[in-house]
DNA sequence: CGATAAGTTGATTCGCATCAACTATTGTGG
DNA sequence: CCACAATAGTTGATGCGAATCAACTTATCG
């Protein structure tokens, strides 16, 4: 299944600079095959790089660390809009695997395409790069995070930070967004057990600051719930700016 | 001081891929400033990006991230041979600042000139790109590493990792490197407290695995301790490609 | 409606921070 | 060059944060 657009790539880009109408025509003439996938299904195994990259339409996406404890560590999340394994690009091996949490539609663009536009196109591969910095710009932060911040603020830092990304795709209503991860995925991410998160988040509830059930997470109070995280949303890079 | 030479970016990039006589010339081409740094130093202050990214030739520096709390984090390490803040010449904020530990050299280059050879020289961009995503996957790697490993895991693998970068640039002698960082500074890289970083060291050495001392880091057992450290040296992505 | 998975609670154990000496090393000025 | 100061490393005691194990409750789903 071969569709001629992207839509969703100039809007991502074109969230973070203006974009020529020539690129906007160069990114359009790029075939994707769309592809659905379920909860737990390997997107993009770890290893020898794919020949392409992939784009999350819908759902979310993780990338996954199998390190040599043989425990799985969850070491970046993806939301609609993010390009995932872009790096791919340039890489030889890939360092992690990329997961579906729970449904999730994925639009595959392929490398070949994508390294012509690399020749061609100076701007707009360096918003490609960019795209790829913010994701090591979260990558510190989280870092930063861990070597700071105990189990609770911890939580409520990674709340604020998806509530920020969810937010600016419109994803947020009412301070709630759908959470396609559970309690128990936060082990994964942080290497934090079962019982404390939970604990960490009755915590938070207890507070005020937030509600989470199953699916569903409600933010009441976030200029509180962003000092309790000491939460700062400048490494999302949120600005748009001549690249 | 402005030398009209950069061998060492050649050679960086050498490393990784064959460079054409034209992009040799190229980035021969580009005119660099070379200062010199000392313990503590900001060599780049974090925020607005600076107009040079910086290369790091002799020494080691830092990017120290301040969180919200206070306390500073290392975020990454950087030795000679790798370009520090490349990543600043598509962003616009910078989330860290970069140190100099202990003496430390660096050549600055200029982003208009940087950003020229991105819109002349799309293989040469796709190499620079590369060197950022090298950096990612170190970020990760780290990411996974505070997610399971324990205290003395942990340095082992730090070790492991600062080792083999070391051997890549004929920094090794003997199982030998001179260290850059001392005990005390294992605290902003990890968050751990002075005293459990020194049981956990004297832990290494009890098991023969190395020596440590004031500057200089002896590897007795490369082996046992990437075992010990669970590393994996993969992730360094040292080989050569075309891309 | 029972089965399964997620969330919750409690008890226990252990890793690591913290505080407080103390020792060894490096650096400094007289 | 030595005496002293300052810093890094070392050791011990104590308390807390978080893992672990185990039971239990609540949601979800076939």
Redesign the interface.
Not at 89 to 93: A, F, K, P
Not at 140 to 148: E, F, K
């Given at each position: 299944m071969t569709t001629k657009t992207s839509e969703l790539l100039s809007l991502v880009l074109g969230r973070r600079d203006r974009l020529e109408p020539e690129e906007r025509t160069a990114l359009s003439r790029l075939s994707v095959r769309t592809l659905k996938f379920s909860h737990g299904d390997t997107i993009i195994p770890a290893g020898p790089t794919a020949a392409e990259s992939c784009l999350v339409v819908s759902g979310m996406a993780l990338?996954v660390?199998s390190?040599?404890?043989g425990?799985d560590?969850v070491?970046?999340v993806h939301v609609p809009g993010d390009f995932v394994d872009l790096?791919a690009?340039?890489?030889?091996?890939l360092?992690?695997s990329v997961i579906a949490q729970g449904d999730c539609k994925v639009q595959f663009v392929d490398q070949q395409q994508l390294r012509k536009i690399?020749?061609?196109f100076?701007h707009l591969?360096?918003?490609f790069?960019?795209l790829?910095?913010?994701?090591?710009?979260i990558?510190?932060?989280?870092?930063?995070?861990?070597?700071?911040?105990r189990t609770n603020e911890r939580i409520a830092h990674f709340l604020c930070e998806l509530y920020t990304r969810y937010a600016t795709i419109g994803f947020v209503k009412n301070g709630s967004f759908e959470m396609p991860l559970q309690q128990k995925d936060m082990e994964?991410?942080?290497?934090f057990s079962r019982s404390h998160v939970n604990r960490a988040v009755q915590e938070l509830r207890a507070r005020g600051l937030i509600d989470w059930s199953r699916d569903q997470v409600t933010v009441h109070d976030l200029d509180n719930l962003k000092i309790y995280g000491?939460?700062?949303a400048?490494?999302l890079?949120i600005?748009s700016?001549r690249?």
């Open positions: 990338r660390q390190t040599w404890a425990r560590v070491s970046a790096h690009l340039v890489l030889e091996r360092d992690h690399t020749n061609d100076p591969t360096r918003l790069w960019m790829t910095l913010i994701d090591a710009k990558h510190r932060a989280w870092l930063a995070a861990a070597a700071t911040l994964r991410l942080f290497g000491k939460f700062d400048d490494y890079e600005v700016a690249r």
